[in-house]
Each structure stands twice: as structure tokens, then as C-alpha cells.
């Protein structure tokens, strides 16, 4: 167990529709990443937050969006959602920007 | 951006035999090298890393290695056993300084009992 919680586990939802995946980091850590994992594009960087503020960005489509809040919990917003949407979505965190990440057990998404 | 190739992508060992992976990465400014192990449904877990101011890191069984003129780093396990089977993948942090990493491609690694 890393220390990084993601909720939910599954989501099935349909082409079209908005679903909110969230992410707390390890104890301590300020540094929040997103990830999609998918069979065809592989492990793909999406954004990337440090202590509240967007740090750098990724292939993260312009349907996609993403905040940290104050208690450095992180949420993932993914709107109308099409079938190559369905991956495994990972939260990563890292104490500061620069140290080793440490990934959450990732929300798997199913697009019908 | 980083570029990140990663070989070979399957590879089965005898238990007892070493394994090594190689990756290549396109921007000198990277300066740091992950690797991580997955299991089938299961989130990549950090087993090892470098930084490009080392040439060389081990942990018990598993080394990393760093050629920095060359572009390219290598993990390598020795005595390897049924639990190292899995899926590793490498990955290079980008030049912006914001260590976002790009991974490679993953290499599925089985040990034959």
C-alpha cells in the first residue's frame, strides 16, 4: 500500500457524461500527478499539481480538467466522455515536485 | 518532448537466471530514471530509481544502470523468482524541471519455475 487513495475503484457510465475521480496523497506530499494508462497510448502524464497550483501539463485533452485543494486532495473532472476515455486512471504524489512518486491503485473507467 | 523506448517488450527467464531490460530516452536534460513493477490490475510500484549525477544504484537484487552520453539506462535483476514476474516499465522525467514522467513502453517479464 502506497499511502495514495483513489476513489472510486470502478466507474461504468456512458458516452456523453461527466464523472469526477478523486485522489488523496500520501501524508505530507504537496506534488499530486495524474496518469491514464491505456492498451494503445500506454502510460500518458496528464497534469500535474503542486501545493494547489498547476504545475505543468500533459496530453490532457481540453475535456478534461483538474484542481488541488487546500487539504492537497486532488480531483480529476472528465466530460463528455467518449469510448477511448476507458483506461485506468492513476493519481501519483511525491513529497516535493522533484522526489520519487509514489502511484494510488487507480480508478478504472468504462466508457459505454 | 521525451521519447522514451523501451526493449525488449516480452521476456521469459528461468528462475534462478538475470533478466535485464533496456530503455533509450531522447533528451539529454533528463535527469531522473525511475523503474517501476505491475502487476496485472495493480498500480506501478517504485522498486528502483537513479539520478544523472550516478552512474550505477543496487538494491539487493535489482541494479540500475545510467549511461548518460549514450542515452540509455538498463535495469537488471539477478537470482530472479516467480514473484519478479510482472510487467516493468521505465521512465525519464521531462526537461522542464517539473519531473512529469514519460514512460516506456513496459516489458512483461515471466519466470519459468
Known amino acids: 500500500d502506497s499511502g495514495v487513495t483513489q476513489t472510486p475503484k470502478h466507474l461504468i457510465t456512458a458516452t456523453g457524461q461527466r464523472v469526477t475521480l478523486r485522489c488523496s496523497p500520501r501524508?505530507?506530499?504537496?506534488?499530486v500527478y495524474w496518469y491514464q494508462q491505456s492498451l494503445d497510448q500506454g502510460l500518458q502524464f496528464l497534469i500535474q499539481?503542486?501545493?494547489?497550483?498547476?504545475?505543468a501539463k500533459g496530453n490532457i485533452l481540453e475535456r478534461f480538467s483538474a484542481q488541488q485543494f487546500p487539504d492537497l486532495h486532488s480531483e480529476l473532472n472528465l466530460s463528455s466522455l467518449e469510448l477511448g476515455d476507458s483506461a485506468l486512471y492513476f493519481c501519483?504524489?511525491?513529497?516535493?515536485?522533484?522526489?520519487?512518486?509514489?502511484f494510488g491503485p487507480g480508478t478504472r473507467l468504462t466508457v459505454l | 518532448g521525451e521519447n522514451v523506448e523501451q526493449h525488449p517488450s516480452t521476456l521469459s527467464v528461468q528462475e534462478g537466471d538475470s533478466a535485464v531490460i533496456k530503455c533509450t530516452y531522447s533528451?539529454?536534460?533528463?535527469?531522473?530514471f525511475p523503474w517501476y513493477k505491475q502487476e496485472l490490475g495493480k498500480r506501478p510500484q517504485l522498486i528502483i530509481d537513479?539520478?544523472?549525477?550516478?552512474g550505477e544504484k543496487k538494491d539487493q537484487r535489482i541494479a540500475v544502470t545510467l549511461n548518460k552520453t549514450a542515452k540509455h539506462f538498463s535495469l537488471h535483476i539477478t537470482e530472479t523468482q516467480p514473484e519478479d514476474s510482472a510487467v516493468y516499465f521505465c521512465?525519464?522525467?521531462?526537461?522542464?524541471?517539473?519531473?512529469?514522467?514519460?514512460f516506456g513502453t513496459g516489458t512483461r517479464l515471466t519466470v519459468i519455475p
Open positions: 521512465a525519464a522525467s521531462d526537461q522542464t524541471g517539473a519531473n512529469n514522467l514519460f
Open positions: 501519483a504524489s511525491s513529497v516535493q515536485w522533484y522526489d520519487e512518486q509514489f
Open positions: 499539481y503542486y501545493n494547489g497550483e498547476e504545475r
Open positions: 501524508s505530507g506530499d504537496l506534488s
Open positions: 533528451d539529454s536534460a533528463s535527469n531522473y
Open positions: 537513479i539520478r544523472s549525477n550516478v
